[in-house]
Structure formats: C-alpha cells, structure tokens
C-alpha cells in the first residue's frame, strides 16, 4: 500500500514538474546590470535587461522614468522605441534590451550644481498588442557629474 501511494506521489510529482512553460501575451521585463557604477555623467550609461514575450511581438515601446534622489518626486514616463524583432513574431521570444543614455539623460540643473547624486529606473514595455508588463525599480546607482 505504502509503494501505491509512493509511486502515485512520484507521478503526479513528474507530470507537473514536466508541464510547458507558458509566457502567455504580458511581456516581462527583467534589469540585468549597468554598464559602469559609478556613473560619470558626461559619458553616459548603458542598462541592460532581459526581456520576454509569449507571442513575440514586442516592438512597441520601451518605457523609462529616472528618479533622483534629490528630485524624488514623480516624472514622467520617457519612450523610446524597441528593435525590431520581426523574425520573432508569434514565437517566444527571450532577448536583451540596452538602453542607451548620453550626457544629456543627466540632467544638472539649479543654481547650485551638486557634485553627485544617486539614480534608480522605473522601467514597462509595451508590445504590438498593446499589451504592458508589470512596472520594475532598477537599483540605485550613483551618478557623478563632472
């Protein structure tokens, strides 16, 4: 009785343990890393993060607000377009999304400049199917302007 039911556990335990994984429409967003920590704010920053989709049509939008530590007040959303990925479409697709930013994506304003200041990201994609994936908060990193 007790091998019954040992065997019964283990193959219930192996049909869902070997059950396909479903990304479903909702694109997901992962951070991955940042290119330099510190950042110097005159040469810029690369942020990359992982990226997935159950359909592959994720070429819509890539959505970015930076928050500062001394403006941390709400700001508005940034877009900037996704590559294209045409080849991907209605296929999972799981790759890697840079994000850019130059000089000028630190801002430095006031009448008395700080030397530093530390920055995170709040980061969504939107896909052809105008379909939004949850929000992430990158971690913070410091920027220094020079």
């Known amino acids: 009785m ?10 219930l335990t192996a049909i869902t343990a070997c059950k396909k994984d479903s990304l479903g429409t909702k694109p997901v ?3 991955k890393s940042y290119s330099s920590a510190p950042i110097s704010s005159s040469y810029g920053l690369d942020i990359t993060f992982g990226v997935k989709d159950g359909d592959g049509d994720i070429e819509n939008s ?3 607000a930076a928050i500062y530590d001394t403006q941390p ?3 508005a959303f940034e877009s900037r377009p996704m590559p294209g990925l045409d080849a991907h479409k209605g296929a999972n697709l799981t790759a ?9 994506d630190f801002p430095q304003t006031g009448a008395n ?4 200041d530390s920055v995170h990201y709040l980061v969504y994609i939107v896909d052809d199917a105008n379909n ?4 992430i908060v990158t971690p913070k990193v410091e920027v220094q302007y020079q």
């Open 2 to 11: 007790k091998k019954m039911l040992f065997l019964s556990l283990f193959a």
């Open 29 to 31: 967003i992962t951070f």
């Open 62 to 64: 890539f959505n970015f």
């Open 73 to 75: 007040t709400d700001t």
């Open 96 to 104: 890697e999304v840079v994000l850019h930013l130059v000089g000028t």
């Open 113 to 116: 400049p700080i030397p530093k």
């Open 132 to 135: 939004h994936s949850d929000t």
